[in-house]
């Protein structure tokens, strides 16, 4: 059995070995070639951790007394692979970078391009800003203005009920601004 294991090992340690030169190559290669590199390593990945399997249910068949040996080389097997699919994941990253920034026509002057991009926001917000800012105060002024109209003609009609409408015009006055705050248009 531990022949078994061992020519386990030896086919993982080659194909590691590939695997890691593959994904070093990958960000330098042409779109197309790295197309087709990751694809290749994604199989080869997967290759790899049937490996890992086999190598497993070896290890478990494997005498309890020289079990110790094996597991700690699985385990070390086992941090190997996830450091490899961890950089194959990086690389990829950088692949998917490059493609983004060919798609959009990124050229080196993006810092520059954002900067502009953001001061013409941070202006366009502002505007915005000032803009609520005095159609609120023109709510609230209208609010107000309208309330004294209520309370003046209440006041006309019938003086007994003004202190009543008054108490309403106020409490419909603070609802406005309630309701005015709480869709934040201030």
Request: net charge negative; hydrophobic share 30%; aromatic share 6%.
């Amino acid at each position: 059995m531990s022949s078994d294991f061992e020519g386990y090992e030896q086919d993982f340690a080659v194909l590691t070995a590939e695997i890691t030169s593959k994904i070093s190559r990958v960000p330098r290669l042409p779109p197309d070639e790295k197309k087709q590199m990751v694809a290749h390593v994604e199989k080869q990945l997967e290759e790899a951790k049937e490996l890992l399997e086999q190598m497993d249910l070896e290890v478990r068949e494997i005498p309890p007394q020289s079990r110790g040996m094996y597991s700690n080389r699985m385990r070390s097997y086992k941090q190997e692979m996830g450091k490899l699919e961890t950089d194959f994941k990086r690389s990829r990253i950088a692949y998917s970078d490059e493609v983004r920034n060919e798609l959009l026509g990124d050229d080196g002057n993006s810092s520059e391009n954002q900067r502009a991009h953001l001061l013409d926001n941070t202006e366009r917000l502002e505007r915005s800003s000032r803009r609520l800012e005095a159609g609120y105060q023109i709510a609230v002024e209208t609010g107000k203005n309208s309330e004294r109209e209520l309370q003046r003609r209440s006041r006309d009609s019938s003086p007994r009920c003004g202190l009543h409408i008054g108490e309403t015009i106020g409490s419909l006055f603070a609802l406005i601004c309630f309701q005015v705050k709480r869709h934040d248009i201030y």
